[in-house]
């Protein structure tokens, strides 16, 4: 089975202006035959996330009329707009809402459903939308709108932002994207009120950003991120945070936006795969957004130098919202308008410098959670997930059930790349459930093709076996397919388990569920409104690749060495050494008893030498290698 979100890399999508105008024509021609005599263009089965649809197709035709001046357009323009600001303008609370500072405030705002009282906790996002809406009509009013329609969509737009900034409280959903994107639209707002009022807007929005925004970012893997639903990240919708910042320092060129931006595309940059697949978040765990990140990516990957547009987007939303027929729905409509307007064009280059929360080389990569632990590998094109054992989960050492991967102290990291290799040293102290201190040291090297990782650590009791990863989906084509194996040898031995018990706390990747929908189940609240990370943290096991200690490690050392990708033979040799050739530590008169000493790595690819455990007169761990 296919996985339903994970689709083509979103800068598989012709950007140019012809393509774009194709896309307006389209939507015209759809919109024109969907007008009612009423004036709206939603969509005939919309039902949530409706307050805002027609308004913006609206902005659609507004702008593919500024651009191609059909003459159908401009009736079509006024006549929708008319609707809205008839039909969907709300003043009167909505019963049930529980967000109000200012009850009976008489300002307007959208409703996520229509029917009073029906899931009214979507009003303050779906009045964001349309606020959103509202200013691309504005923008594109000159010459298209009478003087009286456009004052009264500026005053519907004022309206809207007061409601959002002081009838209720700001970003009640704890949801960075939507915040945000009520910040880009009291900027975009402020640029057709008069000074009196623009001044004030501009700086509340500028205010809200400082004080309810960045003062709340969330640390992750080293970067500072603009929390979204209560967690740090969501492969849905950070790219969606990303796109609005990209259109804040569009419109109003405050440094801020862009130095934010930058930190949160180099943060994707590093968790995404080669092959653009990537999961997690506080709420969809695996699904993904489409044209709605493809400003963000594409103007930030421009910035930082690198190929941000390799993200797997959901590509039925490749251009637009579409209902389950296709046709568009409008929802989101502004996201198409800026990237249409935004002349920046993909980055397709990976960057080149080595970062600390990723191993990347041609089609293999490694990305490592905050702990330094892989959170995602993919090589041949197979993506393998941390396992989970005992409900520990993670890439590490297992000696009598319990997984040796969670530091006790500072997590050191070295990179080194030669020779077309690229490779990463992660050490990092451990205890055990006997509180002794071990030292693991695990080794990732990578040609672009195969990638093999080698883990030493002080000798272990029992039959110690290094937890290899859950072999979890796979790249075909345009799509991603689950998989429950991949083209993994250990010098060892390696055997691949499944979960004897059943029940939604055992994840067996032969089974039909999606990492996502098990999350889900294991979450505390319903689906679409619980963590999915946080209830795939209660899992107890899963299916497993579990490496056997190879042959021939020195003396008081356990050594584990895996290879994942093509390959011919693999028996790779160990053997003690004092530290790295050509930089001779002369504290270092013999190997330390323990296995604490330095350690080479032959394979049939390289040879790599690891510093010893105690590392430089700092402290930090040495790594050399080549073919």
């Known amino acids: 089975m296919h996985l339903p979100y994970q689709r083509g890399p979103l800068h598989d999508l012709p950007d140019t202006p012809q393509a774009y105008d194709s896309v307006l024509a389209d939507a015209s021609e759809e919109a024109l035959a969907r007008l009612t005599p009423e004036g709206s263009l939603e969509h005939p089965d919309a039902h949530d996330d409706i307050g805002d649809t027609s308004l913006g197709i609206t902005s659609l035709l507004a702008l593919a009329w500024q651009r191609g001046k059909d003459p159908r357009l401009p009736e079509a323009v006024r006549r929708s707009l008319d609707f809205h600001l008839r039909e969907r303008m709300y003043t009167t609370d909505n019963p049930g809402y529980p967000n109000l500072r200012k009850p009976g405030s008489g300002l307007p705002y959208a409703r996520y459903v229509l029917e009073a009282g029906a899931h009214p906790i979507g009003d303050w996002p779906s009045t964001v939308w349309a606020l959103l809406q509202a200013v691309n009509v504005l923008d594109a009013a000159d010459g ?62 500028l205010a809200l950003y400082t004080d309810e925004i960045r003062a709340h970012r969330v640390p992750d893997r080293g970067a500072l991120l603009p929390p979204e639903h209560g967690g740090a990240y969501d492969n849905n919708y950070g790219p969606i945070s990303l796109s609005f910042l990209a259109q804040a320092h569009r419109v109003s060129g405050e440094e801020t936006f862009a130095e934010d931006g930058d930190t949160l595309a180099r943060y994707i940059d590093a968790r995404v795969t080669s092959g653009g697949y990537d999961y997690g978040g506080p709420r969809y765990s695996e699904q993904h957004s489409g044209f709605e990140s493809v400003l963000g990516l594409r103007r930030f990957g421009a910035r930082i130098g690198a190929d941000l547009g390799r993200y797997r987007g959901d590509t039925r939303w490749g251009r637009h919202a579409d209902r389950r027929d296709g046709r568009i729905d409008g929802h989101f409509a502004f996201m198409l308008v800026w990237q249409i307007q935004d002349t920046t064009r993909w980055h397709r280059t990976p960057s080149a410098a080595p970062v600390r929360h990723q191993l990347r080389s041609g089609t293999v990569s490694v990305a490592f959670d905050h702990r330094m632990t892989p959170a995602l590998i993919e090589a041949a094109g197979t993506y393998y997930l941390p396992a989970a054992v005992r409900r520990q989960h993670g890439f590490g050492p297992v000696t009598d059930g319990f997984l040796l991967c969670r530091p006790m102290g500072e997590v050191r990291v070295a990179d080194a790349r030669a020779d077309g290799l690229a490779a990463k040293l992660v050490t990092k102290p451990v205890v055990g459930r006997d509180h002794v201190l071990r030292h693991v040291r695990s080794l990732y090297v990578t040609d672009g093709t195969s990638l093999w990782v080698t883990v030493a650590v002080e000798r272990l009791g029992g039959a110690p076996y290094l937890l290899s990863g859950l072999p979890y ?10 998989r429950a194996e991949g083209e993994v040898v ?18 067996d990747a032969r089974a039909a569920l999606t990492q996502e929908e098990a999350a889900f189940a294991l979450a505390a609240d319903p689906r679409g409104y619980g963590n999915p990370d946080e209830g795939w943290r209660h899992l107890v096991s899963s299916t497993a690749l579990e ?8 003396d008081g050392l356990h050594v584990f060495a895996v290879r994942y990708g093509p390959g011919g033979a693999f028996a790779p040799v160990f053997e003690a050494s004092p530290g790295a050739p050509g930089e001779p530590d002369e504290s270092d008169e013999a190997v330390e008893p323990g296995g604490s000493g330095g350690l080479l790595v032959r394979t049939e690819a390289f040879t790599a030498v690891v510093g010893p455990v105690a590392g430089d007169s700092r402290g930090e761990p040495s790594l050399t290698v080549r073919r």
């Open 144 to 205: 298209l709108l009478e003087d009286e329609q456009y004052a009264r969509l500026r005053q519907l737009a004022h309206g809207y932002w007061r409601w959002l900034t002081e009838a209720t409280f700001f970003n009640p959903q704890q949801a960075g994207n939507q915040a945000i994107g009520c910040v880009v639209g009291g900027l975009m707002l402020a640029r057709h009120l008069p000074p009196e009022d623009a001044a004030p807007v501009r700086s509340r929005a």
């Open 473 to 482: 989906a796979a790249d075909d084509g345009d799509r991603v397919r689950r």
């Open 490 to 507: 250990s010098a060892g031995g390696l055997r691949l388990t499944h979960p004897a018990d059943g029940g939604p706390d055992h994840f």
């Open 547 to 554: 490496a056997a200690p190879a042959p021939g490690a020195p």
